[in-house]
Nanobody, 125 residues
Framework: QVQLVESGGGLVQAGDTLRLSCAASGLTFSTYAMGWFRQAPGKERDFVAAITSSGSTMYIADSVKGRFTISRDNARNTLYLQMNSLKPEDTAVYYC??????????????????WGQGTQVTVSS
């Protein structure tokens, strides 16, 4: 079955760096656009970044632009989120998601058909 498994989260201090990974299985990874979302306690799930199936086009949310980078390795069936200069407001559960529209960089969760279980990122001040 389809599995998206996030890893790389943890507890860090403000200004630190983390790299999240999302390992995909059970789907043809190279034909899916992918995205990262995050959800803080008591808040809605927010868009973070998206990337087309080939990796040629990315879309980054304004809230993290200049600090976060999305990338993918189709040979390894893995999606990445490089997070630099972390802030306490980045604290959330981070989810990766797969979008069957390979050319999409959608920010809408409803456009994504598969989701991982999430990984916690906590940034202390």
């Amino acid at each position: 079955q389809v599995q998206l498994v996030e890893s790389g989260g943890g507890l860090v201090q403000a200004g630190d760096t983390l790299r999240l990974s999302c390992a995909a299985s059970g789907l043809t990874f190279s034909t899916y656009a992918m995205g990262w979302f995050r959800q803080a306690p008591g808040k809605e799930r927010d868009f973070v970044a998206a990337i087309t199936s080939s990796g040629s086009t990315m879309y980054i949310a304004d809230s993290v632009k200049g600090r976060f980078t999305i990338s993918r390795d189709n040979a390894r069936n893995t999606l990445y989120l490089q997070m630099n200069s972390l802030k306490p407001e980045d604290t959330a559960v981070y989810y990766c998601a797969a979008n069957p529209d390979r050319y999409s960089t959608s920010k809408y969760p409803t456009h994504y058909s598969r989701w991982g279980q999430g990984t916690q990122v906590t940034v202390s001040s």
